[in-house]
C-alpha cells in the first residue's frame, strides 16, 4: 500500500512539473504581431493555420477513438467555423472557392457530428473535403490529411 501511495505521489510530482514546463515554454515562445499572425518559436503562423493545425490534431484523436472501435461524439463545429473568417497566411487564397470548399467541410462536419452510426464512413466523407480545398489551395498538408483517412 505504502509503495502505490509513493509511486502515485511521484507520478502526480512529475506530472505537474511537465504541465508548468509546458505553460512556461509555451507562454516565452508565442507572441502576437499586429498583422494577425502569431509567431511559435520563431515561425510565423496565422490564425487559419493554428486553427487547421488544432482541426487536424482533433481529428487525429477521434481516428484513433473510431479505429478503436469506440463511438465519438463531438462537439467542435462552432470553433471549426472559424476557418471561413480567421485570418490567412496567404489571405488572397481566400476566394469563393475556398469559400464554398469550407462550406461543404463544415456541412459535412455537422453530418458527422450527428452519426452514430458509420462513423467512419462520415468521417472520411468529411476528411474528403480537406483533401479537395487543400490540394487546389494549399498542398503542404495533403500527406498529413491522407493518413487521417480511416479504412474500412
Known amino acids: 500500500m505504502k509503495k502505490s501511495l509513493f509511486c502515485l505521489i511521484i507520478v502526480a510530482l512529475i506530472w505537474s512539473c511537465n504541465e508548468a514546463v509546458d505553460e512556461g515554454s509555451t507562454a ?27 482541426m487536424y490534431d482533433e481529428m487525429k484523436l477521434v481516428k484513433d477513438s473510431i479505429d478503436r472501435g469506440q463511438i465519438v461524439k463531438t ?16 489571405p488572397e487564397k481566400i476566394d469563393d472557392t475556398y469559400q464554398a470548399m ?21 468521417f472520411n466523407i468529411m476528411l474528403q473535403n480537406c483533401l479537395v480545398c487543400h490540394q487546389q489551395k494549399c498542398p503542404g498538408p495533403v500527406k498529413a490529411i491522407n493518413k487521417l483517412k480511416i479504412k474500412p
Not at 32 to 51: F, P, Q
Not at 103 to 112: E, I, T, V
Open 28 to 54: 516565452n515562445n508565442t507572441e502576437s504581431t499586429e498583422n494577425g499572425m502569431t509567431v511559435i518559436n520563431g515561425v510565423e503562423r496565422s490564425e487559419l493555420a493554428l486553427l487547421m493545425r488544432k
Open 75 to 90: 462537439d467542435f463545429l462552432e470553433e471549426f467555423e472559424r476557418i471561413q473568417t480567421a485570418h490567412a497566411t496567404e
Open 102 to 122: 469550407a462550406g461543404a467541410f463544415l456541412d459535412n462536419y455537422a453530418l458527422f457530428e450527428q452519426t452514430s452510426e458509420n462513423q467512419a464512413e462520415a
